[in-house]
């Protein structure tokens, strides 16, 4: 059964930094894309970045570029996200998903989800 236990949010200034971890377990990490998304009130969830475990090739979104970055420690089967000069309008529940067949940094090629982690920047 895939898990994905997504920590790190909390309360920061703008300019503020933080970083997101998502443990995944139940399933071979080295085969699957992972991704993070965030949702903001009133909004859809989309993709902020995403990590494909096999070649390795990241994307982000355009909102986020040069501020976050996605990595992975292979021993932990966890994956991070670096948030750094955080804007208040990066405030949203943030979720890692994963998926074995995923080839875009999309909600719907995303099917395991993790509980989101809420991430409020104030300014």
């Known amino acids: 059964e895939v898990q994905l236990q997504a920590s790190g949010g909390g309360l920061v200034q703008a300019g503020g930094s933080l970083t997101l971890s998502c443990a995944a377990s139940g399933f071979t990490f080295d085969d699957y894309a992972i991704g993070w998304f965030h949702q903001a009130p009133g909004k859809e969830r989309e993709g902020v970045s995403c990590?494909?475990?096999?070649?390795?090739?990241?994307y982000y979104a355009d909102s986020v570029k040069g501020r976050f970055t996605i990595s992975t420690d292979n021993a932990k089967n966890t994956v991070y996200l670096q948030m750094n000069s955080l804007k208040p309008e990066d405030t949203a529940v943030y979720y890692c998903?994963?998926?074995?067949?995923?080839?875009?940094?999309?909600?719907?090629?995303?099917?395991?989800w993790g509980q989101g982690t809420l991430v409020t920047v104030s300014s």
């Open positions: 990590i494909s475990r096999r070649d390795g090739s990241t």
């Open positions: 998903a994963a998926d074995m067949l995923a080839t875009i940094c999309s909600e719907v090629d995303f099917g395991s």
